[in-house]
């Protein structure tokens, strides 16, 4: 089992539409999880944090957390042809303290 | 700030020939990273740095794989010597602790030809 799963896409959705990235973790002990944005050719770029169970909202992006299920998620609400990007779930493993990427999911907005 | 800066960005370099990536972390930040990126294996964690000592290199691939962090402003990653399978983007990272998100840098790519 990998440390970090998503589905690597890629995602299609409308401009104007709501996309919806998720991520499941291995390590039950994990307390932090980020999102991070990486358009082709560049580096990634931090968009979200979350240490909670719940939601948290920035914006048009909402991040939820369900430590129990070991799952993390990203919504993008009004989606935009510049949100088309690769979308990486990190993982802070609780173990080693380092954070662990997922291998990202790759969002296609259609205008 | 001027953020985490890496060089060169782009490297191309024949196979056996020695590779040095430079990278200044942001001011302030205790904990610098190196990681790869590739399509095939995504990002890995090469090596990190806590306060310029080495704490984690098991993500190193093997021993022609070297990092230094001297001082708080500089880490350099060697490779010597390269071989075409490492070609790849090099991203060093930096972060001020772990409950924040790591800053990357604009990452250099390498060719080994």
């Known amino acids: 089992q990998k440390e970090v799963e998503q589905n690597s896409g890629p995602l299609s959705v409308p401009e104007g539409a709501i996309a919806s990235l998720n991520c499941t973790y291995s390590?039950?002990?994990?307390?932090?999880f980020f999102w991070y944005r990486q358009y082709s050719g560049k580096s990634p770029e931090l968009i979200m944090f979350?240490?909670?169970?719940g939601d948290k909202e920035d914006g048009r992006f909402t991040a939820q957390l369900n430590k129990a299920s070991q799952y993390v998620s990203l919504l993008i609400r009004d989606s935009q042809p510049s949100d088309s990007a690769t979308y990486l779930c990190?993982?802070?493993?609780?173990?080693?303290?380092?954070?662990?990427f997922g291998a990202g999911t790759i969002l296609r907005v259609k205008s | 700030d001027a953020g985490v800066i890496q060089s060169p960005r782009h490297e191309v370099t024949e196979m056996g020939q020695e590779v040095t990536l430079r990278c200044k972390p942001i001011?302030?930040?205790?904990?610098l990273f190196w990681y790869r990126q590739t399509m095939m294996r995504g990002l890995e964690l090469l090596i990190y740095?806590?306060?310029?000592?080495?704490?984690?290199d098991s993500g190193m691939p093997e021993d022609r794989f070297s990092a230094k962090m001297p001082n708080a402003s500089f880490s350099t990653l060697k490779i010597q010597p390269s071989e075409p399978r490492d070609s790849a983007v090099y991203f060093c990272?930096?972060?001020?602790?772990?409950?924040?998100?790591?800053?990357f840098g604009s990452g250099t790519r390498l060719t080994v030809v």
């Open positions: 990190a993982v802070n493993m609780e173990y080693g303290n380092k954070l662990v």
């Open positions: 001011s302030g930040h205790d904990y």
């Open positions: 390590d039950r002990g994990s307390q932090s």
């Open positions: 979350i240490y909670s169970n």
């Open positions: 990272a930096s972060t001020p602790g772990w409950s924040s998100g790591y800053t």
């Open positions: 740095f806590n306060n310029n000592v080495p704490i984690d």
